[in-house]
């Protein structure tokens, strides 16, 4: 079945640091991935996402490239901002093109510091 | 983009009773999803709902214990019946729209 494995966290860096966090995936056909970020005390929100091989996703200085070779889809920012402090899920979708029935990754919880 | 939002953003209610959850869209989507994120860990899919037909449930869900409705196609609730401690989570609904699911804020449920 498909599955999404994410670093664990917590991860905690400081301010304008280059931040990585690993996702890697198994799943059957050609599913979408997607990098979901939740803000503290806050639901839910598409930060980016990538629907074929080669894909790069990107916002708010955040990017993710989807790698068919590797299975991976690992989130990169160039410098976090203390803003940035939150719990990031990756996820793919089950159906091939469509974002139904996600499959979420445990989360990466990461905080910036000062 | 739509709007989706939840009733009640949260609440904490006693053991043995039941919560019904609602969750409202401003425009007609076909298929609407109810999640659990249980303290500290990931969104596990509970069920799809379908306006019109039974809702589907996930491995390790009944719809005795998470009935669904969908009257029709801006709208559904997810009741929580006969509750335990081990409920409480953050429950969100979502739907998918241009390739993307969207998500509701949650309803932070809290049984003691």
């Known amino acids: 079945g498909n599955s999404v494995t994410q670093m664990e966290g917590p991860v905690t860096l400081s301010e304008e640091a280059f931040l990585t966090i690993n996702c890697t995936y198994t799943?059957?056909?050609?599913?979408?991935l997607f990098w979901y970020v939740q803000y503290p005390g806050e639901g839910l929100q598409l930060l980016l996402k990538?629907?074929?091989?080669?894909d790069k996703g990107s916002n708010k200085g955040f990017e993710a490239t989807y790698r068919k070779e590797t299975t991976s889809f690992h989130l990169e920012k160039g410098s976090v901002q203390v803003s940035d402090s939150a719990v990031y899920f990756c996820?793919?979708?089950?159906?091939?093109?469509?974002?139904?029935?996600?499959?979420f990754g445990s989360g990466t919880q990461l905080t910036v510091l000062p | 983009s739509a709007v989706i939002s939840q009733k009640p953003s949260r609440d904490i209610c006693q053991r043995g009773t039941s919560l019904t959850i609602q969750c409202q869209v401003d425009?007609?989507?076909?298929?609407m999803f109810w999640y659990r994120q249980q303290p500290g860990q990931s969104l596990t899919l509970i069920a799809t709902?379908?306006?019109?037909?039974?809702?589907?449930?996930e491995s390790g869900f009944v719809i005795d214990k998470f009935p669904i409705s969908r009257p029709n196609l801006t709208f559904s609730t997810l009741t929580v019946s006969n509750m335990s401690p081990e409920d409480s989570s953050i429950y969100l609904c979502?739907?998918?729209?241009?390739?993307?699911?969207?998500f509701g804020p949650g309803t932070r449920l809290l049984v003691l």
């Open positions: 996820a793919l979708s089950r159906s091939s093109g469509s974002a139904r029935q996600l499959t």
């Open positions: 799943a059957t056909g050609y599913p979408s």
């Open positions: 990538a629907t074929k091989a080669d």
């Open positions: 425009s007609q989507v076909t298929m």
């Open positions: 709902a379908n306006q019109g037909s039974e809702a589907t449930y």
């Open positions: 979502s739907f998918t729209g241009s390739g993307t699911q969207y």
